[in-house]
């Protein structure tokens, strides 16, 4: 079975400094492993995803998130915060498969509050 | 590009009550899922349908919940009867049927059962 751990549930952070969200999963073989963000009253928005190659994802609104296999660690981050990325974010794995389940396993989220 | 539509955003409702929401994905999606999200944890698959057939329901409380897919686009999911422990929200997803293609959310169904 997979899962996924985010060992913080809220992380803060003054505006202007880096800001790391973490998270470490586990799963059978190789992974397929993504960040959303969720918005207050919003739905989950994809920001970045891991299927293969280069570990240094990039993705929306400035995020990146590192792959790491030997940690099985897939953390968020981000250069400069900025207040509006105050949010809740969530880790997600699936196994690498072609066909079948694409079934996300979600971490239960780390709640980010950038202060001014 | 319209994204995932969900109706109603919000329903109250009794305990033994039925409820059902609707989806409509993004158009040229075949894959379709419906997540739980109970207040404080990370979503979790219901369902995922590939155009009108079921691929996983391993996690559908069949006992109550239902879904369906008639023309493999529009989805309805109904629980019948709701209980307290249903109180959620309901998010519907989609994405293009590629193996390496993410998931897309609609904004979600706030139910409250009471």
């Known amino acids: 079975a997979q899962s996924v751990a985010q060992p913080e549930d809220q992380v803060n952070v003054a505006e202007g400094n880096p800001l790391t969200v973490k998270c470490t999963y586990s799963v059978s073989g190789n992974p397929y492993l993504f960040w959303y963000v969720q918005y207050p009253n919003r739905g989950l928005q994809f920001l970045l995803k891991y299927i293969t190659g280069d570990n240094l994802v990039k993705g929306s609104y400035g995020f990146e998130a590192e792959f790491n296999k030997s940690q099985t660690s897939f953390h968020l981050k981000k250069p400069s915060a900025l207040v509006s990325d105050s949010a809740l974010y969530f880790c997600?794995?699936?196994?690498?498969?072609?066909?079948?389940?694409?079934?996300?396993?979600f971490g239960k989220g780390t709640k980010l509050s950038v202060i001014p | 590009e319209a994204g995932v539509a969900q109706s109603p955003r919000y329903k109250i409702i009794e305990k033994r009550q039925s409820v059902a929401f609707w989806c409509n994905p993004i158009s040229g999606h075949a894959t379709l899922y419906w997540y739980q999200q109970i207040l404080g944890q990370g979503p979790k698959l219901l369902i995922q349908?590939?155009?009108?057939?079921?691929?996983?329901d391993s996690q559908l409380p069949k006992d109550r919940f239902s879904a369906e897919r008639l023309k493999g686009v529009d989805s309805t999911l109904k629980i019948q009867p709701a209980k307290l422990e249903d109180s959620a929200v309901y998010l519907c997803?989609?994405?293009?049927?590629?193996?390496?293609?993410?998931?897309?959310f609609g904004q979600g169904t706030r139910l409250t059962v009471v």
């Open positions: 997600a794995v699936r196994p690498v498969t072609r066909a079948g389940s694409y079934q996300l396993t």
């Open positions: 997803a989609s994405s293009d049927p590629a193996w390496n293609t993410e998931a897309f």
């Open positions: 349908f590939q155009n009108n057939g079921v691929v996983d």
